[in-house]
């Protein structure tokens, strides 16, 4: 996994931090569910290892934004304290960053994964209704274009042929992968497997559910769109709008130099810019992880 926002590369910062790992176990308290994100984001780097790293790196960060803005407030002219406040919420918000990073790559598995899963289902159900055995099914799916799922079929093929029983490697990569869909598919199939329940009925109550739930996650992403779509006329008409008149009339009441005012208006840009983004990766988010 390649750790976002690092000073320095990630072999050198490991070996930075390695005396640090006492406050990677303090914080591994503080954050318990980083352990999880990181085994769902199928990385091998152990959270208090992971913690001490980025505390190290932030600060790493905090000194080199601190230099740059003292350097730039003294051409300014500007008290040097409040060059602190900007190192000190950039640092914090790296962290933060990068304490949810493998949330995020969690959940760009979850997607990828749960994206084709009722195809995947189907297709296993149309195979073994045509008598193939479950081995050779899951084989199959692995050289398939499924994405993810085709990923943990060949990770779960890999461990059959090196000689572990099939129910024990699909429940191996069900414990170990973020999507709730797809791990209770592979627990209905390895139960299915260990009992010796016919799979075909076990396949198609799973189908049926996660059609359900697709039909749910359909209608209530429909209910969401029409507060987004206010939400997004404010952020983007608004209070642009009513940012630009305000700033414009204190301007010219005040006597703002033109360098002050330049800069209140690319602030202010920013600001606008930065929350549209934020609301484009929302809508991102709120689509249903069952469409394809």
Do not use: C
């Not at 080199?64 to 008290?79: D, H, P, Q, R």
């Not at 602190?84 to 990073?101: E, G, N």
């Not at 199939?189 to 697709?214: A, M, P």
């Amino acid at each position: 996994m390649r750790i976002p926002l690092l000073v320095l590369p990630w072999k050198v910062m490991k070996k930075i931090s390695s005396p640090f790992i006492g406050i990677g176990r303090l914080l591994d308290n503080l954050f318990p569910f980083l352990k999880v994100h990181l085994i769902q984001s199928k990385s091998d780097i152990d959270s208090k290892e992971y913690l001490a790293t980025i505390f190290v790196n932030q600060f790493f960060t905090f000194i080199l934004f601190f230099i740059l803005n003292i350097l730039i407030f003294k051409k300014l002219e500007i008290n040097i304290y409040y060059s602190l406040i900007a190192p000190i919420i950039l640092s914090l918000l790296i962290f933060a960053h990068q304490i949810y990073y493998p949330k995020l790559l969690a959940t760009r598995r979850i997607i990828g994964i749960e994206k084709n899963l009722l195809s995947a289902l189907n297709s296993i159900l149309i195979q073994l209704n045509s008598g193939i055995p479950i081995f050779n099914v899951l084989a199959t799916i692995a050289n398939e274009d499924y994405g993810e799922i085709s990923k943990e079929f060949k990770a779960a093929v890999k461990q059959i042929n090196a000689g572990k029983p099939e129910s024990a490697a699909i429940e191996e990569i069900a414990a170990r992968n973020p999507s709730p869909f797809f791990r209770r598919a592979l627990w209905q199939i390895s139960n299915g497997i260990r009992t010796g329940t016919d799979l075909q009925i076990v396949l198609k109550e799973v189908i049926s559910s996660i059609s359900d739930e697709q039909i749910i996650q359909i209608q209530k992403y429909g209910s969401q769109l029409n507060p987004l779509a206010m939400l997004y006329m404010l952020i983007a008409v608004i209070l642009p709008s009513l940012g630009i008149s305000f700033l414009v009339i204190l301007s010219s009441f005040t006597s703002l130099n033109s360098f002050t005012t330049k800069f209140a208006f690319w602030i202010l840009f920013g600001i606008f810019l930065i929350l549209q983004v934020i609301f484009l990766g929302i809508i991102k988010t709120k689509r249903p992880t069952l469409l394809t």
